[in-house]
């Protein structure tokens, strides 16, 4: 099928390498971030979040990281795997009310 | 346990057909997410339901564009006399929780496409 990923910037790694994603959010008033896998033929699939109020916040082989000075937030995927190959997205929210705003997205691509 | 499911996954339609989209979410789940997916972009902000309360509609891109849920359970979005730019991915997401920013499980989509 059509993949998700298409036009969109990607990032290539080796299998076992470590992974940072970025994203450059918009609105300095978000206070609430997700990160999003998503894919082909799929719904996004929550990782992990971090509030304004946190820096850096830890998962199962994933952390996210804030920067709210810069506007900044990466996701750091260890010991990346062929499963994680996919686009992931970053989401913000202002807290004012319940949208979600997503960026562009990027897609991961694991090398063998 | 069942996810949020969607139907139909595929549409094609003629440009100026009516469509209707479906979503069923899970069970029990108070908010529900309507969002607009275009090839090779984020998923886009439509509308949000808590139980049958449409409470924002401000991402509906024009007056074609219409929802429901009026038994706080299943919803609709229906697309009045489609155009080639709704040629996209609809994707619904459903939330335990009342706002549900924190917690939204996304359906896989309807990809609809105006011919």
């Known amino acids: 099928g059509e993949s998700v990923g298409l036009h969109l910037p990607t990032l290539s790694v080796q299998e076992g390498d470590n992974s940072i994603i970025n994203c450059a959010y918009s609105n300095s008033a978000s206070d609430y971030f997700i990160w999003y896998k998503q894919e082909s033929g799929k719904g996004p699939q929550f990782i992990i979040d971090?509030?304004?109020?946190?820096d850096k916040r830890q998962g199962q082989r994933v952390t996210v990281l804030l920067n709210k000075t810069v506007k900044h937030l990466s996701l750091q995927i260890a010991a990346t795997q062929p499963g994680d190959s996919a686009v992931y997205f970053c989401?913000?929210?202002?807290?004012?009310?319940?949208?979600?705003?997503f960026g562009k997205g990027i897609t991961l691509s694991v090398r063998p | 346990g069942a996810g949020v499911s969607q139907s139909p996954r595929y549409k094609v339609a003629k440009r100026g057909q009516d469509v209707a989209l479906r979503c069923d979410p899970i069970?029990?789940?108070?908010?529900l997410f309507w969002y607009q997916q275009a090839l090779g972009q984020g998923p886009e902000f439509l509308t949000y339901?808590?139980?049958?309360?449409?409470?924002?509609k401000s991402g509906l891109p024009s007056d074609r564009f219409f929802a429901e849920r009026p038994e706080g359970s299943v919803s609709t979005l229906k697309i009045q006399r489609t155009q080639q730019e709704d040629s996209a991915v609809y994707l619904c997401a459903s939330s335990p929780l009342a706002g549900g920013v924190e917690t939204q499980y996304f359906g896989p989509g309807t990809r609809l496409l105006v011919l």
């Open positions: 069970s029990g789940h108070v908010s």
């Open positions: 971090i509030r304004s109020n946190m």
């Open positions: 339901f808590q139980n049958e309360a449409q409470l924002d």
């Open positions: 989401a913000e929210n202002t807290g004012a009310n319940s949208k979600l705003t």
